[in-house]
């Protein structure tokens, strides 16, 4: 067994790697780069190198600086982890050159799978089945026409050297493909540098079915049932699961077979995945190999109760497979969805900043959660947007997704935007309850994936009861004379009755108005536009949690008010972030001689000109304070400030003189 591994990875995968080896009593070591120094990796390994910069190719890709990072520490094996140098054979040969241990399959199996064209031609050879299509190294224009015209359209282009959906076009229609294939070309060499192009049969509707092998150096290989990985956006999976809905055992046994002898074929050792195209009438087709550890094994984890970093391990110390064929067995059913810091609503765009809030779900029986990220941590432009991975296990698929939706409902994000609302919208939807599966999943259902708008005003109600509740808190004044003095309370009485007060909220590009108020018996009525309700909250700050109630309907759901002054609400799965935005007022002219009134009951806390002073329409002249938040009073026209009648610190009602103005 190995004394310490470095793990030639960040984030996520190089925690979870480092789990397993602290239980196996192996010392680990961490890579970072100047992003990454206070990342959770380089705080959890034993010791860490720094890799100056930070990008990926000037840090984590450099074979020569990995190499000798392992050198200096000491290090006798090295873990890749998933991306990265995970699937280079030149940096697996790389560390066989400098007397360390790779833990990941020999180089020439790496080498042997790294070219789509190549891997199809010996998987053929070995007669392992295809999806119908040409591999061959002729690219000349008119000859990929000619084979996409001998397999029939619609077609798919793909780059021989490609992954990710990088250099992928579907082509319908024979007079799509010249300038398909020109943009799949193009992309390709700029992702790859390697325009080699295939043309495969598209298969209509397909599932994206993968086998999980295990191989030793003993001869040993056996596979660990299949995921199906259906759900894809851009041809990246965001949802995993295990084992594959609707598998016979005679399917999966024929698939099983056949992903061992491809494995077999290249001489493989360790962890690798198959990957099949599988049709509604059972027929399968080899796609290519991972020759690595994938980001769903997780979900094979669940079912088969084997921890396959643990066997990676081992298999790279030369032992053998801990366990036969006949020993593994499935037990229930997991599903995965990748946690990622992208904008939904914005075409998936990558999101960076700080993770002002990160509210992880209840870890139970079931429930598990990867994570490479703490609250506070900065998400950064120069890697992957996946921020963690959660995963659900129960008897049965359905009370599996059960979980996973609670657990999403659970998981809290702020500080960058997240996919966390999608991916519950995909989990509770009935396309992926009734198991219909493919890889156009999430486009054949966008319009179910859409945010239910109708809990909207329910998130506005408790975002205004939230500021309300904090306006009309008993606190008793620490420096009045009579500390219990009904005079010294703040809880929002008032001799004329309940105030009414305006919140305004801003949601993206929308502002969203509402009038609140305090009722006697602790509720509060919250009015926008036609939709009134009454509701009733029990707040428990600390966690941000909300039980609600109004009229026949309760539920739960959380509230959390952040330093910048944002409210994040969180309800039924949905997450609401509401900006408070900088209301600004244009003081009252009532026609006395240009005096300028409050246009709200509120604490003056700053004056902002001087008499004497001109000033602009819309200019601020002072600021109040009121409902704990800050609002600019303006000029409501041009003019001259003549004199103030409020002093800093100054209570003043609604409709009081603040200053008189001397229009322009």
């Known amino acids: 067994m190995f004394n310490k591994i470095l793990i030639a990875n960040r984030g996520e995968i190089a925690c979870r790697v480092m789990r397993t080896a602290r239980r196996l009593g192996i010392r680990t070591v961490a890579l970072y780069s100047d992003a990454d120094a206070n990342a959770q990796h380089r705080l959890q390994a034993d010791e860490s190198v720094h890799l100056p910069g930070n990008a990926p190719r000037d840090t984590y890709l450099l074979i020569d600086k990995v190499i000798a990072a392992a050198k200096q520490a000491g290090a006798d094996a090295i873990h890749p982890g998933y991306g990265f140098l995970s699937e280079n054979a030149k940096f697996a040969q790389a560390c066989r050159d400098a007397g360390i241990t790779f833990i990941g399959p020999p180089p020439s199996a790496i080498e042997a799978m790294g070219s789509k064209s190549a891997a199809k031609r010996l998987m053929e050879a070995a007669g392992v089945p295809l999806v119908p299509g040409y591999h061959g190294q002729d690219q000349d224009d008119a000859l990929l026409l000619a084979a996409a015209q001998r397999i029939g359209f619609p077609v798919l282009l793909k780059a021989a050297a490609g992954g990710g959906g990088k250099g992928m076009r579907a ?8 300038g398909a294939l020109a943009a799949a070309r193009r992309e390709a060499m700029n992702a790859f540098g390697d325009d080699t192009m295939l043309v495969e049969k598209y ?42 809905p609707g598998m016979t055992p005679a399917l999966r046994q024929r698939m099983g077979d056949a992903a061992v002898k491809a494995a077999r074929t290249i001489g493989y050792e360790g962890a690798g995945t198959i990957e099949f195209l599988l049709d509604a009438s059972g027929e399968f087709w080899f796609m290519e190999m991972n020759t690595r550890l994938q980001v769903e094994h997780p979900v094979t984890e669940f079912i088969t109760g084997q921890d396959l970093v643990e066997w990676q391990i081992r298999v790279a110390a030369g032992e ?40 992880t779900p209840t870890l139970r029986a079931g429930v598990r959660f990867d994570s490479g990220v703490v609250e506070g941590d900065a998400v950064s432009p120069f890697y992957d947007p996946m921020l963690a991975k959660l995963i659900c296990h129960a008897g049965t698929r359905d009370e599996a997704a059960s979980l996973l939706a609670e657990a999403l409902r659970e998981l809290r994000i702020a ?12 989990v509770t939807s009935s396309p992926f309850r009734g198991a219909d599966l493919d890889t156009r999943f999430l486009e054949r259902h966008a319009s179910l994936l859409k945010p239910d708008a109708g809990t909207l005003p329910l998130a506005v109600a408790l975002a205004a009861a939230h500021l309300a509740s904090q306006q009309t808190t008993i606190t008793p004044r620490q420096h009045a004379a009579d500390p219990w003095s009904p005079w010294a309370v703040s809880d929002g009485w008032e001799p004329a009755g309940a105030r009414v007060q305006p919140v305004a909220l801003r949601l993206r590009d929308d502002t969203l108005r509402a009038s609140v108020t305090a009722l006697d018996d602790g509720a509060f009525r919250v009015t926008q536009g036609k939709f009134e309700l009454q509701l009733h909250c029990t707040h428990c700050p600390q966690h941000g949690l909300v039980d609600w109630r109004t009229g026949q309907h309760q539920g739960t759901a959380w509230v959390h008010a952040l330093d910048n002054g944002a409210l994040h609400v969180y309800l039924n799965g949905e997450h609401y972030p509401l900006a408070i935005p900088p209301i600004t007022y244009e003081a ?7 005096d300028c009134r409050a246009p ?10 001087k008499p004497g002073d001109a000033v602009k329409r819309g200019q601020p002249l002072l600021v109040m304070e009121a409902m704990k938040m800050e609002h600019p009073v303006c000029a409501p026209t041009d003019g001259t400030v003549r004199e103030f009648l409020v002093s800093e610190g100054a209570l003043a009602d609604e409709g009081a003189t603040l200053l008189s103005f001397e229009a322009a």
């Not at 086998?211 to 003993?218: E, I, P, R, T």
């Open 415 to 426: 500080g960058v935007s997240s996919n966390v609302s999608y991916l519950h919208r995909v």
């Open 171 to 178: 082509v319908m229609a024979e007079h799509e493909f010249a």
């Open 320 to 359: 053998r497979l801990p366990l036969a064929q006949e020993q593994l067995q499935i037990r229930g059913h997991a599903i995965e969805v990748r946690i990622c810091a992208e904008d939904t609503d914005n075409n998936f765009m990558p999101s960076t900043g700080t993770l002002a809030l990160l509210r």
């Open 203 to 244: 298969v209509l509707q397909p599932r994206h079915v993968e086998v999980q092998v295990f191989c030793d150096s003993h001869g040993n290989g056996v596979y660990l049932f299949e995921r199906d990985c259906s759900i894809q956006r851009r041809h990246q999976k965001i949802v995993e699961e295990a084992p594959a």
């Open 600 to 609: 709200m009951h509120g604490r003056v806390v700053a004056l902002l000109v």
């Open 588 to 594: 009252t002219d009532a026609g006395h001689g240009g």
